[in-house]
């Protein structure tokens, strides 16, 4: 196996619903479009004559990873349980970390699947999915199959074969948000019902569609770091911008522009405004 450079891509939630519990899994049942965005870590792999894996993250935001317990050592050794790897081959594997950690963007999920997709040649059943989902976390199933995805419910995640063609301005204020903490304190609960507007509609009418919805999460962040509001009040009010949101459970923000332009020009603004802060214009994909 030569060395090679993947691309491990992240991710947005365009709206994001979240139910109560589900009383089998004791995840909160969820609801939500998202798309694969051009924003990416680059993973190195290789097999090596060794009785361990070495791992290594570059990048800015590689401090922020944990070393001794991480998606990369989970996955390496799930996939030697589950024998799609020899239980003796080991890899050095080096990651560039371009996705900020804790921010949302799903870049430990996304690095996982990665790899996992490299070493077992892109042929994985659904079921296997699902399973090491388990040990991976939820986030885990969706970098697997369309770029764009509606998620029905924390058990069904709904390809869209249609490019979105939407950029976005993404603000990471260096905040740690806590997936576990933020859906802790949820306690407004979202009814959710199979939808399928997004599956064949125009890209005006999904986004006219998408100014109604929210992130269910997107108040508790707010109220655990104030100075988001502020981001995305910026974000809403950049020219062309069509709305502003929290992905996932933060911290990174996003507004959404419809062309490459204006996303450009409202980089400038927002990074006067913000000149501490991780903010670059992302892709569809």
């Given at each position: ?10 991710k947005?939630?365009?709206?994001l619903?979240?139910?109560?519990k589900?009383?089998?899994?004791k ?26 894996d070495k ?8 401090k ?5 317990n991480n998606?990369?050592i989970?996955?390496?050794?799930l996939?030697r ?5 020899d239980?003796n ?8 970390k ?16 990665t790899i996992?997709k ?7 059943t659904k ?33 869209i ?11 990471f ?20 019902k ?5 599956i ?39 020219r ?7 992905t ?6 996003f ?5 490459k332009?204006?996303?450009?020009l ?9 000149p501490?802060?991780?903010c670059v214009?992302g892709?569809?994909?």
């Open positions: 196996m030569n060395k090679k450079i993947l691309k491990s891509y992240s947005v939630n365009l709206f619903n979240v139910g109560k589900n009383k089998k899994n995840l909160h049942d969820i609801q939500s479009l998202i798309s694969l965005i051009s924003i990416h870590d680059k993973i190195q792999i290789k097999k090596i004559s060794s009785s361990f791992i290594k993250f570059l990048g800015k935001f590689s922020s990873v944990d070393k001794k998606s990369v989970k996955c390496l050794s996939l349980k589950q024998e799609i790897v239980k081959q080991y890899f050095n594997v080096v990651i560039k371009n996705i900020p950690v804790f921010s949302g963007m799903g870049g430990g999920s996304s690095n996982a699947a996992v490299y070493l077992n040649n892109e042929k994985i079921n296997k999915i699902f399973y090491m989902s388990k040990f991976l976390g939820s986030d885990f199933r969706l970098f697997f199959g369309s770029k764009q995805l509606l998620q029905q419910n924390i058990n069904q995640i709904q390809d074969k249609k490019k979105f063609n939407f950029y976005l301005i993404i603000v204020p260096f905040l740690k948000s806590s997936t576990k903490d933020v859906y802790s304190k949820v306690k407004i609960f979202k009814k959710i199979y939808s399928s507007f997004y064949n509609k125009s890209k005006l009418k999904i986004i006219e569609n998408l100014k109604n919805e929210k992130n269910f999460l997107q108040k508790i962040v707010v109220r655990k770091y104030p100075i988001i509001q502020k981001v995305l009040y910026e974000l809403e009010n950049t062309k911008c069509e709305f502003s949101r929290v996932g459970s933060g911290s990174a923000c507004g959404l522009f419809l062309s332009k204006s996303a450009d409202g980089l400038k603004k927002i990074k006067k405004k913000f501490k802060f991780w214009v892709k569809t994909i």
